[in-house]
């Protein structure tokens, strides 16, 4: 997709049965797509704070029923804990959803709108194929174990460490004050179950919700230092949230052999707005002179630019391999942060 420069003729975008699409059109068409994301992302936020809300008024209400009498149980507390993890957990699969449609919202906003305001006036190079990337091949910018830690470390690390701190209260206390720390050990036997394991498991399940947050918050640092999480040319180093895009970017470098390198070229330019560099070639079996022309282009424009080297020169070879890293005008920085 093209976009025109203010004062320029309007230039036609997309054209489908005899229907054009204008610049006029095509702006209409995302100004409504912007919308509809922004509503999804608006429902799986509404979606969030509600698992919240249930997590507090079941721990409100735990917390009430343990200590209204010194003769309930303290393994109600246990039960509510094991509750409230199951919240987190489908919290996180929902937020997930969540990262999912802001990514978009965010990505039209800073590459779409924002480039309306500033000059060059022109988004990114590569902003329509991120998006067109996400609307095809959707997949959740962020994992489902650093979710968890995400919505541990932002929400649930209070909850989780109130409900175990009035436990262990409620071990001290009831049915009556404890005489010494054997006390409160023997005391947290649940049924047949020892106080070893119930103590065992409680210990370990908290930490290792410490250990996932702790672990996913140096991960996104260090990618923010890194540059990795960096979104359309904004400065490293800042901490990007879950808007950095990761499995589903995919680059590659095509080699094209042909004899109409020129031609093939000057298209590959145009319509992908990709470069190209150009050799020249002897093919050892005829011995006749070819173009080999070596271009990088997004997973998304491998099938546009196989039809264009089809329909200038059927008798071209087509390469396609799989990039490790792709850094340069239209991908990432060339130069690292420093």
Same mark, same amino acid.
């Given at each position: &997709?093209?976009?025109?420069?203010?004062?320029?003729?309007?230039?036609?975008?997309?054209?489908?049965?005899?229907?054009?699409?204008?610049?006029?059109?095509?702006?209409?068409?995302?100004?409504?797509?912007?919308?509809?994301?922004?509503?999804?992302?608006?429902?799986?936020?509404?979606?969030?704070?509600?698992?919240?809300?249930?997590?507090?008024?079941?721990?409100?209400?735990?917390?009430?029923?343990?200590?209204?009498?010194?003769?309930?149980?303290?393994?109600?507390?246990? %039960?509510? *804990?094991?509750?409230?993890?199951?919240? *987190?957990?489908?919290?996180? !699969?929902?937020? +997930?959803?969540?990262?999912?449609?802001?990514?978009?919202?965010?990505?039209?906003?800073?590459?779409?709108?924002?480039?309306?305001?500033?000059?060059?006036? $022109?988004?990114?190079?590569?902003?329509?194929?991120?998006?067109?990337?996400?609307?095809?091949?959707?997949?959740?910018?962020?994992?489902?174990? =650093?979710?968890?830690?995400?919505?541990?470390? $932002?929400?649930?690390?209070?909850?989780?460490?109130?409900?175990?701190?009035?436990?262990?209260?409620?071990?001290?206390?009831?049915? @009556?004050?404890?005489?010494?720390?054997?006390?409160?050990?023997? +005391?947290?036997?649940?049924?047949?179950?020892? @106080?070893?394991?119930?103590?065992?498991?409680?210990?370990?399940?908290?930490?290792? %919700?410490?250990? &996932?947050?702790?672990?996913?918050?140096?991960?996104?640092?260090?990618?923010? +230092?890194?540059?990795?999480?960096?979104?359309?040319?904004?400065?490293? #180093?800042?901490? !990007?949230?879950?808007?950095?895009? !990761?499995?589903? $970017?995919?680059?590659?470098? /095509?080699?094209?052999?042909?004899?109409? #390198? =020129?031609?093939?070229?000057?298209?590959?330019? @145009?319509? *992908?707005?990709?470069? /190209?560099?150009?050799?020249?070639?002897?093919?050892?079996?005829?011995?006749?002179? !070819?173009? /080999? %022309?070596?271009?990088?282009?997004?997973?998304?424009?491998?099938?546009?630019?196989?039809?264009?080297?089809?329909?200038?020169d059927p008798n071209a070879f087509v390469i396609v391999n799989s990039a490790e890293e792709v850094r340069g005008y239209g991908f990432g920085p060339l130069t690292a942060p420093s």
């Amino acid at each position: &997709m093209s976009a025109t420069m203010p004062g320029a003729e309007d230039a036609n975008t997309w054209t489908f049965r005899g229907y054009q699409l204008g610049s006029a059109n095509f702006a209409t068409a995302m100004v409504h797509f912007y919308r509809a994301e922004v509503s999804r992302a608006n429902t799986w936020r509404t979606r969030l704070d509600a698992t919240t809300n249930w997590a507090v008024i079941t721990t409100a209400a735990a917390l009430t029923f343990a200590f209204s009498s010194a003769h309930n149980p303290h393994f109600v507390l246990l %039960l509510v *804990l094991l509750l409230v993890l199951t919240f *987190l957990f489908i919290e996180a !699969r929902r937020y +997930r959803y969540y990262a999912l449609w802001y990514y978009r919202v965010h990505l039209m906003e800073t590459d779409f709108f924002a480039a309306m305001l500033a000059s060059p006036f $022109r988004p990114s190079a590569d902003w329509a194929d991120r998006l067109a990337e996400s609307l095809l091949d959707p997949a959740f910018p962020i994992a489902h174990w =650093e979710a968890i830690g995400l919505r541990f470390r $932002r929400t649930y690390f209070w909850l989780i460490s109130l409900l175990l701190i009035s436990w262990v209260i409620k071990l001290a206390f009831h049915p @009556t004050p404890m005489a010494d720390w054997s006390d409160l050990v023997e +005391r947290a036997a649940v049924v047949s179950i020892s @106080t070893r394991w119930v103590v065992g498991v409680v210990t370990g399940v908290y930490g290792l %919700l410490v250990a &996932m947050a702790l672990v996913s918050f140096l991960r996104r640092y260090a990618e923010a +230092r890194s540059g990795k999480a960096v979104l359309s040319g904004k400065q490293p #180093g800042k901490m !990007r949230g879950f808007l950095q895009q !990761r499995a589903n $970017r995919r680059e590659n470098l /095509v080699v094209i052999i042909t004899a109409r #390198g =020129e031609c093939i070229g000057q298209q590959l330019m @145009t319509e *992908l707005g990709r470069g /190209v560099t150009a050799l020249r070639g002897t093919g050892m079996y005829t011995g006749a002179e !070819r173009y /080999v %022309l070596l271009c990088a282009v997004t997973n998304i424009q491998v099938s546009r630019l196989k039809a264009i080297v089809q329909q200038s020169d059927p008798n071209a070879f087509v390469i396609v391999n799989s990039a490790e890293e792709v850094r340069g005008y239209g991908f990432g920085p060339l130069t690292a942060p420093s």
